[in-house]
T-cell receptor, first 113, second 112 residues
């Protein structure tokens, strides 16, 4: 089975712009979670989608949003980018029957200038 | 609220044994997971403990004590390739919703 894929892998944006990141989960996985990783902060949970519905949301401002499509692929969008949004954005998918095991994609490294 | 604590850095020599501790505070606890992340790589799942006790997978073992809200990852026969960051993660349920929280990670340095 193919692993979790994320596109693009690297992105450079300027303040005020918006960005859309994409994640394709492992086939058969309907849960997709998004995390922001910055040095010293670990993985901060953004949100989780299951069957096109947002099930959980972390403590991030409304500039961060996401969605999931019927094929379980997910996108996250960040509007009005700030310098502090520079980070590695990871998505992870899991089986409904084994949500404790998350399979991560390689991440999208976003740099905001 | 929910919180996890783990040491920021641990150093050990090749061939040694190292233990990375994780204490947590959460309601609706389900289980404790461990992930490994090499620099520039994605986190990869190592183990999951839902019940008290020790789970062994090759050179890696993970332990959980629910009564103490504590767990650890034990790495034996350390190899240079084990140099990485290790994250503990708690799965818990709040208001019927399953959630997952990661610790800030422990950077393990293995010295020759």
């Amino acid at each position: 089975k193919a692993g979790v894929t994320q596109t693009p892998r690297y992105l450079i944006k300027t303040r005020g712009q918006q960005v859309t990141l994409s994640c394709s989960p492992i086939s058969g996985h309907r849960s997709v979670s998004w995390y922001q990783q910055t040095p010293g902060q670990g993985l901060q949970f953004l949100f989780e989608y299951f069957s096109e519905t947002q099930r959980n949301k972390g403590n991030f401002p409304g500039r961060f949003s996401g969605r999931q499509f019927s094929n379980s692929r997910s996108e996250m969008n960040v509007s009005t980018l700030e310098l502090g949004d520079s980070a590695l954005y990871l998505c992870a998918s899991s089986l409904e029957s084994a949500e404790e095991t998350q399979y991560f994609g390689p991440g999208t490294r976003l740099l905001v200038l | 609220g929910q919180s996890l604590e783990q040491p920021s850095e641990v150093t050990a020599v090749e061939g040694a044994i190292v233990q990375i501790n994780c204490t947590y505070q959460t309601s609706g606890f389900y289980g404790l997971s461990w992930y490994q992340q090499h620099d520039g790589g994605a986190p990869t799942f190592l183990s999951y403990n839902a019940l008290d006790g020790l789970e062994e997978t090759g050179r890696f073992s993970s332990f959980l004590s629910r009564s103490d809200s504590y767990g650890y990852l034990l790495l034996q026969e350390l190899q240079m390739k084990d140099s990485a960051s290790y994250f503990c993660a708690v799965s818990h349920s709040t208001s019927g919703t399953y959630k997952y929280i990661f610790g800030t990670g422990t950077r393990l340095k293995v010295l020759a």
